[in-house]
């Protein structure tokens, strides 16, 4: 059992923190206090370190990496700027979805772009009434007769890089009747009927949520994603993907704020010595400390899992995904309070950090949801179905 990284992985991760510190670090904070999106130019660069299809096959214009690279570079990028984190994360699950179950025309068209970074991808699945309950979908999509294509209406909801993304997979209903069938399109900004408006949120300010709005839009036949009525099984697989890597994001927020909690621990003076030295803030740091190693181990267990093809791995990914999201809470709420007034001002990353994560533990799967799925594991009941 080796807890430690490879030496080629610990110099990719060295190689990106120093970009991180050098280019990306320094803009943050203008950009947040002023809610603008991350430079493309930052965009592009991430797809060079490989958090742009990294994962992919050379062959498909990958770099053949692994999930636990991924993941670790994943963890710097979020505890650096959780907002491009997010933005490249949601445009890389698209393109993996494109890439790997996409038509060789749909890969020739989108995939190389989307690599590149010159354009963004959202992934369209939750709906003003549909949230944990995805199969609920209730988008739906039409054969038009006339073109040979398809008609979309409906409206997703809380959609990152909705409002600003070139392009993105929409879920829709195209069963009939009781058939709940679900089918993925690939719609395109600017296609006419596609519209989108900004929700405002907590957190996550550069990665603005989108509510779209699909008035009848006319889609090519070619649109279509792998099989009409099977995507559901596309978005549950891509999604219990996206629980590591979320994992991984939860480890390196946690990790960042757990390091500024300590820097200032070790300045700021009250009643003649460093604060760190009064037991009580030492107890913070023993959690803190705590919670940030058992989120990296977690994260890291659940990407061995998948790049092993375990048959466990959805059964981590679902653990580390809960675990680790609840756990930088913690983390973010005892760092704050180690810093005190001080934390809780926009002078200082921490404030963002704790406004950032509070999504992790209701996205992706929330927090509950996963207790049923990892409950149902163990036991073989259902909570959710019959
Ligand atoms: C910042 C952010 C980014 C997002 N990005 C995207 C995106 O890019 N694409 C996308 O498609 N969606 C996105 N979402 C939506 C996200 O996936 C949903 O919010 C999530 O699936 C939960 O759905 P809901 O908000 O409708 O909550 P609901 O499903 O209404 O749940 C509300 C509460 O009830 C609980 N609950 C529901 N059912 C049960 C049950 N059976 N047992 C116990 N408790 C239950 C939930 O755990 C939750 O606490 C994003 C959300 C956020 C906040």
Known sequence: MDFELADWQRAASDAFADYLAREVAPIVGAHERERRLPPRELVRAMSGYGLLGGLLPEALGGQGLDHVTYGTLLAQLAGTWASLRSMISTSNLVLSIIAERGSAEQRERFLPALIRGDTLAFFGLTEPNVGSDASGVETRAERDLASGGWRLRGRKLYISNGIHADLGVVFARTGSGEDRAVSAFIVERGTAGFSAREV?????????????????????????????????????????????????????????????????????????????????????????????????????????????????????????????????????????????????????????????????AIAEGSNQIQALLLAQGELGLSALRG
């Not at 009525?229 to 390196?252: M, P, S």
């Open 200 to 360: 405002h949120a907590m957190g996550m300010h550069c990665c603005p949520l989108g509510e779209l709005l699909f008035d009848d839009v006319l889609l090519p036949a070619g649109n279509l994603i792998g099989v009409e009525g099977q995507a559901f099984a596309i978005a549950k697989h891509y999604l219990n993907l996206g629980r590591c890597f979320v994992a991984y994001v939860c480890a390196g927020v946690a990790e960042a704020a757990y390091r500024e909690a300590c820097r200032y621990a070790g300045q700021r003076q009250q009643f003649g010595r460093p604060i760190g030295q009064f037991q009580l803030v030492q107890q913070m740091v023993a959690d803190m400390m705590t919670r940030v190693e058992t989120s990296r181990l977690l994260a890291a267990r659940a990407a061995d899992a998948l790049d092993r093809k375990s048959a466990d791995a959805q059964r981590w990914c679902s653990m580390a995904k809960r675990h680790n999201s609840d756990a930088v809470l913690r983390v973010c709420e005892d760092a704050m309070q180690v810093l005190g007034g001080a934390g809780y001002t926009s002078d200082f990353p921490l404030e963002r950090h704790y406004r950032d994560v509070r999504h992790l």
